[in-house]
C-alpha cells in the first residue's frame, strides 16, 4: 500500500470515522464536541511561526510537558501550538498550560492531505515534534512539501509494531525518510526504525525523556498536609491508578482483603477515563465500602475506606498521597501505564503482568528491586499488606526506583539539543 492507496481508503473509511465518533461520544459526550476541529474546520485563530507538538493523549501529553515548558524557556519569542487527539488528553493540556499565553491548543486533524495541509497553513509552525510513534504519513507528507522539518520524539517501536509497519512498507519507508529527527529510547528501537526506512543519520538513541520528570516541593507539602487535614498520617493509604474495566474489580477485592488485616487502610482508586468515574464510584458503594469522591471535597474521614479520583490533572498529587503505588492498565492487557510517576515521587512500584508498552522501563525497575507484578487480587492484597508491614522494604524498593530515575535522565537535554539544530 503507497500513501495514495491509503488516503483513497482513509476517505472510504469517513462513514466509519463518524461511527466511531458517535460511539465514543455516547460514552464520553466531549466526544461530540469540536468535531470542526478534526476536520481542519474551525480552528481557534493561531500565533503562527512556532513550534507545533503532537502528544496523541493524556500520557503523551504528561511526558511532553517537561519538553514543552523547557522549549518555552529556550525560544521566548515563539508560539508553541499542542494538538491531541482526545477530550482527555485536550482537558491535561489546557489545565497544565492555563496560564501560559504562548500555548495554544487544538485537536489534531483526521489524516486527510486537505485537512493536514489546512491545519499546517494555518499554523505554519517552523517545527513540527511527535510524541512517541503517532505517526500519520499525510501529514508528514505535508510537513516535507512545506520544508517543515519534523521530529519523533521519545520514540518507541516495539517488535510487534515493526512488523506491522513492515507490512506496508511502500507507505511506511517513504514517511520514515522524510522525518528530519527520529529521537528514539533504545538502540534496539533505533534499529527497528532504520530497518523501516529511516534515514541513518537522523535516528538518534536519546533515552526515555519520561525519566527526566521533575517533582515540585510544594506538591509533597500540599499531599502532607492532606493527609494531616484527612488524619490519615498514621493510616497505611494505597494508590490504584490509571484503571481499566476488569481491573476494579481485581483492585477492590484486594482491598477487601487488606481490611481483614489492616481494618485502618485507605485506597485512592483512579480510573484511567472519566466516563467511568461514576460507574466506579458505585461499584465501591455497592461493594459495601465507604466510599467518597475527591471531586466533591468531600473530607475522608476515620470511617472512609475508598477515595475515588474522579478529577484530570491531579495524578501526581495523588500518588503522592499515597504509602505504595498500584500502575493499572497492566492486569489487563493494555500495556500498562507510567511507572515512573510513583518512582519519581519515591513509592514501591507494583503492577499487573502486562507491561509491553513499557518493557525496557520495566525490567530496569523490575531489576533494581523497585517493581513488583502481581496477576490477581489474593497477589495485590498480599504484597500491598507484606509493604505496610515491612516498612523497611517499602522503602528500599522506593529509593532503589528513584535511583533508577536520576540514573536514566539526560534525555530531554539530548532531544533539545537535537531540536535546536533543526531551528537555526
Known sequence: MNRTLYTFLFHLGLPLIALRLWLRARKAPAYARRIGERFARGLPPM????????????GESIAA???IRA???????????????????????????????RVQHCYLPYDFPWAAGRFLDHVRPKIGVI????????????CAKRGIPTVLANARLSERSARGYGKFAKLTRPMLAEMSLIAVQTETEAQRFRDLGARPECVTVTGSIKFDLTIDPQLLERAAQQRADWQTTNRPVWIAASTH?????????????????????????????????????????????SSVRRSTSEPVTNTTSVLVGDTMGELLFLYALADIAFVGGSLV???GHNL??????????????????????????RNAGALEEVSDAAGLA???QRLIEQPEQAKAMADAGLAVMKANQGALSRLLGGIGLLLR
Open 333 to 335: 492487557p493494555n500495556g
Open 131 to 142: 510524541m512517541e510513534t503517532e505517526l500519520w504519513p499525510n501529514h508528514i507528507h505535508q
Open 382 to 384: 498480599a504484597v500491598v
Open 340 to 365: 515512573l510517576e510513583p518512582a519519581a515521587l519515591d513509592k514501591p512500584v507494583l503492577s499487573g503482568p502486562h507491561l509491553f508498552n513499557f518493557l525496557e522501563i520495566a525490567a530496569l525497575l
Open 47 to 58: 500565533q503562527k511561526g512556532g513550534i507545533w507538538v503532537h502528544a496523541v493523549s493524556v
Open 245 to 289: 474495566a476488569g481491573e476494579d474489580e481485581v483492585v477492590l477485592s484486594a482491598h477487601r482483603q487488606l481490611l481483614k488485616t489492616r481494618p485502618d487502610a485507605l485506597l485512592i482508586l483512579v480510573p484511567r477515563h472519566p466516563e467511568r468515574f461514576n460507574s466506579v464510584f458505585e461499584m465501591s458503594q455497592q461493594q459495601g465500602f
Open 65 to 67: 510537558a517537561p519538553m
Open 71 to 101: 522549549l518555552l524557556t529556550r525560544y521566548p519569542e515563539l508560539p508553541i501550538t499542542i494538538t491531541c487527539m482526545t477530550p482527555t488528553g485536550s482537558e491535561r493540556i489546557q489545565s497544565m498550560f492555563a496560564s501560559e499565553p
